[in-house]
């Protein structure tokens, strides 16, 4: 399938115009991180807390990463995704990484993302900055100076299993369901929205099991993964990432909110019209998303066609 191109990203910088960046101000990449931590936070959605916290990364490969808050008003604030979430949301699904040199926050991170960064390996030697308490020269430390003694995969994985920003493989297989559009006969499905899922209905399928496969779940063993479609016919996709310890996992939904947000999806939420979830069933399965994911979807674009496919 054909897809609409998309808008150049406000939240991924390239090698070469992080440079060029950097070079105009007489500054070293890691110094131009702090000056882009405004228009990290301009990026937010702070809905309920009225408080923008912004994100900025610097990969491996000299990519910039940004991340922002999101918040969904009249939601559980479970619901929210953090900035630096959204931050290792965004290097991941556009191959960043193997590592995360330098990141600059504009707050000191909460104890939930610091738990979050911990998934990623070799975190320990990240330096970062809050620019909120350091005005004056931005003197970065590493990461391991807000989190001494961290919990993490190590303390549950063996060394070998993939951390996010790596590969990932998992061995599962879409059973043999066929897909229908439950809004078939509803009239908010008309004017071509109800022409265009079924056009793209195997595009969403497929996106969604890539999402599934790529999702990172070492502790429950239940990946998942999304995929959404605008009005417009674009795919956005998004995987599951757990956490060691638990309550920072990044639902595969919200992975794909990230996804839509980096690639334009401006005009609020109720231009997705279609998702896709793929996820294990079953009494052995540990871990759920198909009812918190339906819950966000009903809120946010409540005429979004939803579906689930099982896998094993």
Do not use: W
């Amino acid at each position: 399938m054909t897809q609409p191109p998309p808008p150049q990203s406000k939240y991924i910088i390239s090698a070469i115009e992080a440079t060029s960046m950097a070079e105009s101000q007489n500054l070293t990449i890691p110094q131009l991180l702090p000056s882009l931590v405004k228009s990290a936070q301009n990026l937010a959605v702070p809905s309920i807390s009225k408080f923008p916290v912004g994100a900025v990364g610097l990969d491996s490969d000299g990519r910039i990463f940004l991340g922002a808050n999101m918040e969904f008003h009249g939601l559980p604030l479970h619901h929210t995704i953090h900035a630096e979430q959204f931050l290792i949301t965004n290097l991941a699904a556009h191959g960043g990484g193997p590592k995360l040199l330098y990141v600059a926050v504009s707050a000191a991170p909460c104890g939930h993302c610091r738990q979050f960064f911990q998934e990623l390996r070799g975190i320990s030697e990240t330096q970062i900055v809050i620019t909120d308490k350091d005005q004056e020269d931005h003197v970065y430390k590493p990461i391991l100076s807000i989190l001494p003694d961290p919990f993490g995969p190590y303390d549950l994985l063996d060394k070998e299993t993939p951390l996010i920003l790596e590969k990932h493989d998992n061995q599962i297989f879409l059973k043999d369901q066929n897909f229908i559009v439950q809004n078939e006969k509803t009239p908010d499905l008309s004017n071509g929205v109800y022409e265009l899922i079924i056009k793209n209905q195997e595009s969403l399928k497929k996106e969604a099991f890539a999402a599934a496969r790529e999702s990172h779940a070492p502790y429950s063993g239940c990946p998942s993964g999304v995929a959404l479609m605008d009005s417009e016919g674009r795919v956005y996709k998004g995987s599951y990432m757990e956490s060691a310890a638990h309550n920072p996992s990044m639902m595969p939904l919200q992975a794909a909110l990230v996804g839509y947000m980096v690639a334009g999806g401006g005009g609020g939420y109720e231009r997705i019209v279609a998702a896709v979830l793929v996820e294990k069933e079953g009494e052995g399965v540990l871990v759920r998303q198909e009812e918190t994911a339906r819950l966000l979807l009903k809120h946010i674009s409540p005429k979004c066609d939803f579906q689930v496919l099982h896998c094993d």
